[in-house]
Nanobody, 124 residues
Framework: QVQLVESGGGLVQAGGSLRLSCAAS????????MGWFRQAPGKEREFVAS????????LYADSVKGRFTISRDNAKTTVYLEMNSLKPEDTAVYYC?????????????????WGQGTQVTVSS
């Protein structure tokens, strides 16, 4: 059974930074692409970032490009999301997900496994 567990969320002031982690277990996650999505209150879940199986290719939403960095450590089966220059509009529950294939993608339909999410709140 594949499990994804996010951590690292919290409350931060605008302009601050947070680092989210997603620990994967129960499957060969190192051969699959991973992604981060977020959902703000009253809004649909949206794509944030994706990384391919070996970390050589990354993809970002325009809203976070230049501020967020996705990375992975396959030896630790962990994916990270480094978030800098945070804005109040980044406030959301952030979800880690494992894609069905090894290359990056934006659509949530392409992700088979999801974590429970971690809350990120950015105050102005």
């Amino acid at each position: 059974q594949v499990q994804l567990v996010e951590s690292g969320g919290g409350l931060v002031q605008a302009g601050g930074s947070l680092r989210l982690s997603c620990a994967a277990s129960g499957g060969t996650s190192s051969i699959y692409a991973m992604g981060w999505f977020r959902q703000a209150p009253g809004k649909e879940r949206e794509f944030v970032a994706s990384i391919n199986w070996d970390g050589s290719t990354v993809l970002y939403a325009d809203s976070v490009k230049g501020r967020f960095t996705i990375s992975r450590d396959n030896a630790k089966t962990t994916v990270y999301l480094e978030m800098n220059s945070l804005k109040p509009e980044d406030t959301a529950v952030y979800y880690c997900a494992r894609r069905r294939v090894g290359w990056t993608g934006r659509s949530s339909d392409e992700y088979a496994y999801w974590g429970q999410g971690t809350q990120v709140t950015v105050s102005s």
